[in-house]
């Protein structure tokens, strides 16, 4: 996300403990504390954002969520009693895989070892299209939860 108010090279990524507002409450006319969206300022590009330089607190628990800082909109396959996600990062252009457990990434030219997450075939392979590399972060999703 870009705000008009910075330069070209200064990105705001959306943190994940908002900031805690007391304003006034219209309806009882009584002080509220409100939550409200707070924003980090980075100047690292979406092409150099990867799971390794995610900003953290000094107590190693992140700053933003990983699917802001790499640009992953995410969707769900659910099945029986779990949900797993997947989604393409606009960071680096491979498809992720993730549920509570695990995340992982699948790009075209990726070698798949025949032990992997989500790899049924038992043989390794490499990825030749992004629809294959679609199917292994859904494979991956499914295996990990």
Known sequence: MRFKDYDEKTFMVKKL?????????P????MKTYKRADYMKTDVPMEKRTLKNLPRYSD???????????GIRGQKIHSD???QSYGKAEADGKWYGWSHRAIFGFGVGDKVPADA????????????TDDQAKQAAIAFAKDVS
Do not use: Q
């Open 81 to 83: 009693h779990s949900a």
């Open 117 to 128: 997450c989500g790899n049924d075939s038992g043989k390794e392979y490499t990825i030749k």
């Open 17 to 25: 403990k908002g900031k805690k507002v007391k304003d006034l409450n």
């Open 60 to 70: 190693k628990k992140p700053k933003v969520h990983f699917k802001d800082w790499m």
């Open 27 to 30: 309806n009882t006319l009584r």
